[in-house]
């Protein structure tokens, strides 16, 4: 059993501990101390990471209360040795999930959500509700979380004992068995975790819920605290900034700006699919059909023009109309006329062929040259 120095002081980063036992395995070495100040994975929470004297500790794992660091060069048994936390990253994790504890014990108490699943990570922290909740309620989570914060409440971390612990009402995800430790938040949550927390809510800083989704009938929100929300705002403040500067518009306006913007772009791709359709007609008026089967060759045409201009040469002049243009690997292509099916079935069976359609006009991708489609259309 390891006598686990987290559980008393969130805020340990240096200790020392005996070695008592380092075997080799696949990603390292497996060592055991008497004591430790690195938390090992559990609970959705990754593990610390940092030095045991020189050597790297890579992760942690606990199995039958006994902590298992894996690290990157050996430690002789029975050696004092001096660990290290890397406590940028332990604190990081810290400002995370004590603000997930806040979040879910608001959701709890205002809506009756369970906290069904938790993932922290050091690039993503998401938490899992097993009820729907609209924008408007995730909204006014946020709102007293970070009220929370700002009244600075206290975090008590325990372990009760059995007695206490009957009458304690707290969440949890799962059944627990052995010693239970509690989190106990001021005027605001209590439930089971076997993670290190801050000691007050201020350390936390900001909490903003960011994206939503359903997930099994309930919810998914992803969750940014103290300095991942800093620098998420910073990210998107930097975004918004340049964004307001290309439209020459206010910063707070920056979605109006774009719906602008848009509105003109929708407007002059009208007019420009406009002008081509009368540029394709124009073409299909020039156009001499010296056979009822014709296959035409364009540059720089879209699936929408090869389909103009297929559609208007088979209007005018009938018969079995062809528009290819030309692709890396062949060229797209688009083929109007009445009673396709044999036509097009032996331009599948000549050449390679993706694609299809119906009422009288076909559509795809064929791998082929200009003079095999073209010979192909004569003989056809």
Sequence with gaps: MTQRLYDNDSFLKN?????LDCEKCESGWV???????????????KADKGRLGEALVLDAKIENETIFHITDKPLQVGDTVEGEIDFERRFDFMQQHSAE???SGIAHSLYGCENVGFHLSEDIVTLDFDKLLNEAQVLEIEKQANQKVYENVAFNCFYPNDETLKNLAYRSKKELE???????IENTDMCACCAPHVKTAGQIGLIKLLGTEKLRGGIRIELKAGNRALEDYNEKYQNVRKISSLLATAQN?????????????????AQITALRYEIIKLKSEQFVAESDKTAVFEND???????MFADSLHKIYGGIRGVFAKTESGFDFCICGQDLDAFFGGFKSAFDVKGGGRNGMVQGKVSATKEQIEDFFKKA
């Design 15 to 19: 200790f020392t501990a005996t070695v």
């Design 31 to 45: 060592v055991v101390l008497d004591k430790t100040a690195f938390f090992p994975e559990a609970g959705g929470q």
């Design 101 to 103: 504890h806040i979040v």
């Design 178 to 184: 052995g010693d239970i430790r509690i989190v106990e």
């Design 253 to 269: 306006e920056t979605a109006l700006g774009v719906e602008r913007l848009l509105d003109t772009l929708n407007e002059q791709k």
């Design 301 to 307: 045409f879209s699936i929408k023009d090869l389909q």
